[in-house]
């Protein structure tokens, strides 16, 4: 199936941990996404690389890192996670930078930190 | 940046038309208008856009009007399965970023 995926799907942690959250598309799309969607059901974009080069970094803090090793994978790494990074992130591409086509999303990664 | 309104909730009773208004008065002349929806614990799902010409496809029907300063999002026979919130969007002046809105909420009741 060609389609965005996500894994994990939940991830439960403690404060202070460090965890990764893996995407990959096999769509051919050049540009990848991700977004936060928090308790109020609010979408947020965060990061969005095109052909593997950073173009968005919104004002996230610096514990997330995204890293693109080639154009269909866009991992999240979060450093010393916090009560507040409680959250859905999804993940999507798009065919071209701005979603000219519409964009494709993931299903989700249900992150709870304790 | 076009900014767009939209009711907060509506209902749809199952068989019957949904029609899912926009307001999208500031939007500009090369602006597209895009919808999305998300059932509830999925991600977002493209639904359809527009320019200036009507469109469908096997999802929806997107009625823009002619000023382009609102459009309508048809859903032709809603079923139980298109309950989800349901987001206008006009993002080309936006850096490339789809910023979302609060949507509406449709409940298509039985």
């Known amino acids: 199936d060609t389609a965005v995926s996500q894994t994990p799907k939940y991830l439960v942690t403690q404060m202070g941990n460090d965890k990764s959250i893996k995407c990959e598309q096999n769509?051919?799309?050049?540009?990848m996404y991700w977004y936060k969607q928090d308790s109020k059901k609010f979408l947020k974009i965060m990061f969005s690389?095109?052909?593997?080069?950073?173009?968005i970094n919104e004002t996230v803090p610096n514990r997330f890192s995204p890293k693109s090793p080639d154009k269909a994978h866009l991992n999240l790494h979060i450093n010393s996670l916090e009560l507040g990074d409680s959250a859905v992130y999804f993940c999507?591409?798009?065919?071209?930078?701005?979603?000219?086509?519409?964009?494709?999303f993931g299903s989700g990664t249900r992150l709870t930190v304790v | 940046d076009a900014k767009t309104t939209q009711p907060p909730s509506m209902d749809c009773a199952e068989g019957r038309a949904a029609n899912l208004p926009c307001n999208h008065s500031?939007?500009?002349?090369?602006?597209?208008v895009y919808w999305y929806r998300q059932i509830h614990s999925q991600g977002p799902q493209y639904i359809i856009h527009?320019?200036?010409n009507n469109e469908t496809n096997e999802m929806a029907s997107l009625i823009i009007t002619e000023d382009r300063k609102s459009s309508t999002l048809i859903l032709p026979h809603a079923t139980l399965r298109d309950t989800a919130v349901y987001y206008c969007?006009?993002?080309?002046?936006?850096?490339?970023?789809?910023?979302f809105g609060q949507g509406t909420e449709l409940s298509v009741k039985p």
């Open positions: 527009g320019l200036k």
């Open positions: 999507a591409s798009s065919q071209d930078f701005g979603g000219r086509y519409g964009y494709t």
């Open positions: 690389y095109n052909n593997k080069e950073l173009i």
């Open positions: 769509l051919g799309h050049d540009t």
């Open positions: 500031t939007i500009s002349g090369n602006e597209y």
């Open positions: 969007i006009v993002p080309y002046n936006q850096g490339g970023k789809l910023i």
